[in-house]
T-cell receptor, first 110, second 113 residues
Framework: SQQGEEDPQALSIQEGENATMNCSYKTSINNLQWYRQNSGRGLVHLILIRSNEREKHSGRLRVTLDTSKKSSSLLITASRAADTASYFCATDANDYKLSFGAGTTVTVRA | DTEVTQTPKHLVMGMTNKKSLKCEQHMGHRAMYWYKQKAKKPPELMFVYSYEKLSINESVPSRFSPECPNSSLLNLHLHALQPEDSALYLC????????????FGSGTRLTVV
């Protein structure tokens, strides 16, 4: 079942700008993960943040996690056309049931 | 090898047909998953295999039958499907324990006619 809500549903930005998307969830988690999906194909794992971590970086990606608010954000800096995709947050409660949010569709304009 | 391979990539089947989707990984992952994704929706969990045993069935109709012949292979047998079962079927694998991301295959686009 879907646990998370993502905001915004869609985002259109100019190449070089930053993109920020947010994820809220409902229950306790072990970790939170972000995935990218291009054109309805497979999902690619981007980054994982554990419940005892507050911020994590990977290349142009920055993820924050606030467990008191049950929310996370993903920031993509200096966006490129290749970043055009759908982005999903997913929560892991250590029960093998990775639960996905509704997703944010990001369009990067050249 | 860091991939999950799914075959076929596309499948069109009639409502009386029997077909199978296949998934393979050689990363030593002991947890494998089937997800279903409808257009513009997030993936929804169907089945989980842990150490080749079915550990989770998310109340999936019996016309979907999973099988895990060994630690590298996962099948999804399809029989008497309905048009509303048309979707992208994604296989994934992960380490069985610890904080690890999942590796997804590129999916099978299924159309039931």
């Amino acid at each position: 079942s879907q646990q998370g809500e993502e905001d915004p549903q869609a985002l259109s930005i100019q190449e070089g700008e930053n993109a920020t998307m947010n994820c809220s969830y409902k229950t306790s988690i072990n970790n939170l993960q972000w995935y990218r999906q291009n054109s309805g194909r497979g999902l690619v794992h981007l980054i994982l943040i554990r419940s005892n971590e507050r911020e994590k970086h990977s290349g142009r990606l920055r993820v924050t996690l606030d467990t008191s608010k049950k929310s996370s954000s993903l920031l993509i800096t200096a966006s490129r056309a290749a970043d055009t995709a759908s982005y999903f947050c997913a929560t892991d409660a250590n029960d093998y049931k990775l639960s996905f949010g509704a997703g944010t569709t990001v369009t990067v304009r050249a | 090898d860091t991939e999950v391979t799914q075959t076929p990539k596309h499948l069109v089947m009639g409502m009386t047909n029997k077909k199978s989707l296949k998934c393979e990984q050689h990363m030593g992952h002991r947890a494998m998953y089937w997800y279903k994704q409808k257009a513009k929706k997030p993936p929804e969990l169907m089945f989980v295999y842990s150490y080749e045993k079915l550990s989770i069935n998310e109340s999936v109709p019996s016309r979907f039958s999973p099988e895990c012949p060994n630690s590298s292979l996962l099948n999804l047998h399809l029989h008497a499907l309905q048009p509303e079962d048309s979707a992208l079927y994604l296989c994934a694998s992960s380490q069985a324990h610890g904080d690890y991301g999942y590796t997804f295959g590129s999916g099978t686009r299924l159309t039931v006619v």
